[in-house]
Nanobody, 126 residues
């Protein structure tokens, strides 16, 4: 069993930056692929970014490429999402997730993730 506890988020003006953190319990965190998803009001949860367990492979939604960066520190059992140049339409609840089944790659679909964080609100004002 893995527990994911998120921190960060909040209110930021358009064009600003935020960093989200997701701390995992369990000694096997370093072997999990990790992902970030978001869900805006009235919309489905969507993929944002993912990272393989080594951190060597990263994946991004087209809409965030060049602005968001996913990273991980396996010594701290933590994955991060640095978000720059935020847009009002990116207001959403952001979730981190863990996939214990992949090693070299990371998934970009919700169903591949077994464990989820509690979610954190990100609000981007115009």
């Amino acid at each position: 069993q893995v527990q994911l506890v998120q921190s960060g988020g909040g209110l930021v003006q358009a064009g600003g930056s935020l960093r989200l953190s997701c701390a995992a319990s369990g000694r096997t965190f370093s072997t999990y692929a990790m992902g970030w998803f978001r869900q805006a009001p009235g919309k489905e949860r969507e993929f944002v970014a993912a990272i393989s367990w080594t951190g060597r492979n990263t994946y991004y939604a087209d809409s965030v490429k060049g602005r968001f960066t996913i990273s991980r520190d396996n010594a701290k059992n933590t994955v991060y999402l640095q978000m720059n140049s935020l847009k009002p339409e990116e207001t959403a609840v952001y979730y981190c997730a863990a996939d214990p089944t992949r090693t070299i790659t990371a998934a970009t679909t919700l169903d591949d993730y077994h464990y989820w964080g509690q979610g954190t609100q990100v609000t981007v004002s115009s």
